[in-house]
């Protein structure tokens, strides 16, 4: 059986929507160059997520250092009031998440040809399935579909992760491909599990130098995913 695995996060929709709307209520910060703070604020979240992952931190002190500790090294020093003001408003933010242009058309193409669909996803468990249900892809993935880091202590890139998958899903690695947004995480873990894989390279990003050679398929856009992925199936 042919099976399409998605990453979520930057995947099927722009997590920087709702991080941008947040940070427009720090009045300090409204001045940054949002590219500028998201690059400090992704290498935070993820020394975040691993103490989670750890169990050293829990989600709510990983939300609090990951905009406080961002700030700083951006010269700005907020509250802890103001740090927990901003996670609230991001994560009400959230639940007005919208998936990219054409990724819904994708999907009922894939169900119109029989090919079976699946996330894999690092995060918490209640977070990433609460966007599941905010970006209404529920109708297109049961609750046993989504694989959610936490829930099994292991994330990607380890390979233990896509093992996983290949057993619960019953996957023939030559027939499935892994659709993500991050080089290292995604595609350089899927294809250490012997997956296909398309790179969702949307924001141009480079190659890690070690990686460069790895065999992977680019698209630059939700569109661009969807001609390569009609025309790869159109005969299915």
Known sequence: MITIAFDLDDTLYDRTQPLRQALLEIDEAKSLPFHKFLKVFQRNSDIAFEKVKDHIWTLEESHIFRIRNTLHQLG????LSK???????YKKNQQ????FPCILEILDFLQTKNIQTIIITNGPS???RN???NLRLNKYFSPEQIIVSEEENIAKPDIGIFRLAESRFKLDRTKTWFIGDSYVNDIVGAANAGWNTIWFNRNYKI???KTNLLKTKTVFSALELKDYLFDMFKNQ
Request: proline share 4%; glycine share 0%; aromatic share 4%.
């Open 126 to 128: 209640t977070s990433q």
């Open 131 to 133: 966007k599941i249900n």
């Open 207 to 209: 190659k890690n130098e």
């Open 76 to 79: 700005i020093d907020i509250s």
């Open 96 to 99: 007005q998440i919208e998936p």
């Open 83 to 89: 740090a927990q003001n901003f996670q609230d408003q």
